[in-house]
């Protein structure tokens, strides 16, 4: 009783599986994320300008060389997160107007300290 219940699903299964698997890596591809990096380093981010694109997705990756916890915060791009001692953290962003939009280490507010250079030219 359940064999050929079982022999009729598999190719189905396969299929679907395939078909999950064909939607997975469209996606991915149309995503294809831009990401730019910050590196936390003595307390500092490192650059402390960084320059992104206006108007587009993008993600911060956000690298904490130090041993201790840091947090990037910014209140003008409404984020805050925590990246402990050596390790990274993503940062989803945008579509970003033009302009300036600072941020700060709050564990290290007088030496981390840093903006988002936003314009329309695009920067790799
Ligand atoms: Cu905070």
Do not use: C, Q
């Not at 939607?23 to 960084?50: C, G, Q």
């Not at 300036?100 to 840093?114: H, I, Q, V």
């Amino acid at each position: 009783m359940t064999k050929p219940l079982f022999n009729l699903a598999t190719p189905v299964l396969r299929l679907l599986l395939l078909l999950s698997m064909g939607s997975f890596w469209m996606a991915a591809e149309s995503a294809e994320p831009l990401v730019f990096t910050l590196r936390i380093k003595d307390h500092l981010f490192i650059p402390a300008e960084l320059l992104v694109p206006a108007n587009t997705r993008f993600r911060l990756r956000i690298v904490n060389e130090d041993a201790t916890a840091e947090e990037f915060e910014s209140a003008s791009l409404n984020r805050e997160k925590v990246i402990m001692g050596r390790s990274e953290g993503i940062i989803h962003l945008g579509p970003l107007a033009p302009g300036e939009y600072s941020f700060f280490g709050e564990f290290n507010p007088r030496t981390a300290l840093g903006r988002l250079i936003v314009n329309e030219t695009d920067h790799d």
